[in-house]
Every structure is written in structure tokens, then in C-alpha cells.
């Protein structure tokens, strides 16, 4: 019974944040691997950030340096906090969890992030 509960996506001006969350409930996430994807209509969905149970977090070149993923366990949650946001960064953005035990991934349902002016 694990679920995935994003919220805090938005309108955005450009150059504008925004703080995503990701609930998860259902089972611990402590050693599990997190990420953060996003999608954008006709296109394929993509990897923004990744943060291992074991080891530093990792993001897609276009958003190092303006985007941080990061975790609490004891809250179990999931944050993506996006500076300076750009207009083609207008996209649905989703939180997977995937198992240390079966490998299996757990999606959100997403939250839709619009930049625009």
C-alpha cells in the first residue's frame, strides 16, 4: 500500500522558486533511492534529481546549481527546491521511490509546475 503524494507545484514567474514535496506513506524510505522526474506534453519524461540511499545526490546538468533534492526520514518526505526557474522547465513533476529490497519503482501522481510570465 505505498503512495506517493506530490504537492507545491504552481505558477511561477520566471526566475521564481518553488518548494515540491513528496509524502510518501506505506513503508520507510530511509535506505531507499529517491528521485524527482518531470514531463512536459509530447515529451518523454525525464530525471531531474536523484538522491541514493547510499551516497550524493545527482542532477541532470541544465538544473546543477539551482535545483537541491533532499529527504527526511523521520518526516518520511521528499523535497525538490527549484531556484531561478525557466519557462521550458514548465513541465508535470513526479517523485519515485524505488525499493532497496525488490527494486520495484513507486510513482506520484505528479504536480503540475508552470513557469511563465
Known amino acids: 500500500q505505498v503512495q506517493l503524494v506530490e504537492s507545491g507545484g504552481g505558477l511561477v514567474q520566471p526566475g521564481g522558486s518553488l518548494r515540491l514535496s513528496c509524502a510518501v506513506s506505506g513503508r520507510r524510505l530511509i535506505f531507499d533511492d529517491l528521485a524527482w522526474y518531470r514531463q512536459a506534453p509530447g515529451k518523454q519524461r525525464e530525471l531531474v534529481a536523484a538522491?541514493?540511499?547510499?551516497?550524493?545526490?545527482n542532477y541532470r546538468a541544465s538544473v546543477k546549481g539551482r535545483f537541491t533534492i533532499s529527504r527526511d526520514n523521520a518526516k518520511n518526505m521528499v523535497y525538490l527546491q527549484m531556484n531561478s526557474l525557466k519557462p521550458e522547465e514548465t513541465a508535470v513533476y513526479y517523485c519515485?521511490?524505488?525499493?532497496?529490497?525488490?527494486?520495484?519503482?513507486?510513482w506520484g501522481q505528479g504536480t503540475q509546475v508552470t513557469v511563465s510570465s
Open positions: 519515485k521511490i524505488r525499493s532497496r529490497v525488490s527494486g520495484r519503482d513507486y
Open positions: 538522491l541514493p540511499g547510499s551516497g550524493t545526490a
